[in-house]
């Protein structure tokens, strides 16, 4: 019987997984328009491992990208670092940091912190295009207040707010954007899994700066003006993704959950996530290793122009972590790794560290 129920619980994940997928489409028009698209890349490995399809499954500070209410399974407190090189070889860096901890029995809050650099660029102007006066570094960040609620054994929700912010060495934007995310867990070993998350949506966002004023000569009396250049507004890439996962418990420490998710995208075509992951404890040490592949349009093609690519990424995803299991409360010291695919450039590699505290 509970052979069969496992069978039938599958079949209706991978219903709902092929109803979406029978809704793929995308606004190409659209692709490329919205700005703060930094927020669509996910910083931490531990979700980067299964193709970013962890909405029903990633828990804690890990869930804060896929699906905010996962942080409610955050056992006590939970610290995180994680490093990616974006597109390897092309010198840009995304560093995250994050802290979870459990304020009472039903509910966690969250702080996290994003940070994306681009290295040092020379400053150019009309008159001296070669450079020689000077270099600025480029920044994004965005900070991240997040809260999830345990309503219920089966009902999961949360909340994220968002600081934007967007500079080079004269212009700089900043922003809001808001995160929710609801999870539903059931199941006879409350292993099937489904979740719903709206990520990124906000007011628009402007450029201001000194880097938008021009100078102006007027010949006929030799004066000089400044003239105040206005930049267009632009929009958050918003999403909406929905997915489940199954737990297949071969034993207490011996695990493999299937994940699928689909992404409705504003502002580029939609995505269709498959992964998985393994994790087994061995004596004092746990084992995780997983696998994942983001479908899109155009993501076989090599030509981002005839073809209407529009990602450099592959779809391909991998990931391993390991941790130790310390002290009475079992406590867990990670580390953690995940790849990613690409055209055109190097691959991109995440590494991060953990603590979790019991």
């Known amino acids: 019987m509970k052979i069969k129920n496992m069978f039938n619980h599958a079949i209706l994940l991978g219903s709902i997984?092929?109803?979406?997928?029978?809704?793929?489409a995308g606004n190409g028009d659209r692709v490329g328009s919205a700005g703060a698209t930094e927020l669509l890349i996910n910083p931490w490995a531990r979700g980067i491992g299964i193709g970013d399809a962890g909405v029903a499954s990633n828990i804690g500070l890990a869930a804060t990208y896929t699906n905010i209410a996962g942080l409610a399974f955050t056992p006590k407190t939970e610290i995180m670092f994680d490093r990616t090189n974006w597109l390897g070889g092309t010198g840009i860096n995304m560093n995250a940091a994050g802290l979870a901890q459990?304020?009472?029995?039903?509910t966690v809050f969250a702080v996290t912190i994003v940070s994306m650099t681009f290295g040092d660029i020379d400053i150019t102007t009309v008159n001296q295009p070669e450079g020689g006066i000077g270099q600025f570094t480029p920044r994004y960040n965005n900070f991240n207040i997040g809260i999830a609620h345990e309503f219920s054994k089966s009902i999961y929700a949360g909340m994220n707010l968002k600081v934007i912010s967007e500079s080079i060495s004269n212009i700089r934007g900043s922003g809001i954007g808001l995160d929710f995310g609801?999870?539903?867990v059931t199941g006879e070993q409350d292993n099937i899994k489904f979740g719903i998350t709206l990520k990124n949506v906000g007011p628009t966002m402007n450029y201001s700066g000194d880097g938008l004023a021009k100078l102006i000569l007027y010949p006929e009396t030799g004066e000089?003006?400044?003239?105040?250049?206005?930049?267009?507004?632009?929009?958050?890439?918003?999403?909406?993704?929905?997915?489940?996962?199954?737990?297949?418990?071969?034993?207490d420490v011996d695990k493999l959950t299937i994940s699928g998710a689909f992404s409705a995208n504003s502002f580029s075509y939609d995505q269709l996530k498959l992964g998985a992951d393994y994790g087994k404890e061995i004596g004092q040490a746990a084992f995780h290793i997983s696998a994942g592949y983001i479908y899109e349009r155009g993501v076989f093609s090599r030509d981002f122009v005839i073809d209407g690519r529009a990602t450099a990424l592959n779809g391909l995803t991998a990931g391993l972590s390991v941790d130790a299991i310390v002290g009475e409360n079992k406590n867990n010291l990670g580390i953690q790794y995940a790849?990613?695919?690409?055209?055109?450039f190097n691959g991109i590699h995440t590494i991060g560290l953990a603590i979790s505290l019991k």
């Open 17 to 24: 997984l092929l109803l979406s997928s029978s809704a793929f």
């Open 102 to 106: 459990r304020i009472n029995e039903s």
């Open 182 to 184: 609801i999870r539903y």
């Open 224 to 251: 000089l003006a400044t003239l105040e250049q206005r930049a267009n507004a632009f929009e958050l890439p918003s999403l909406l993704t929905v997915g489940g996962a199954y737990d297949f418990n071969f034993t």
């Open 339 to 344: 790849y990613r695919t690409v055209s055109k």
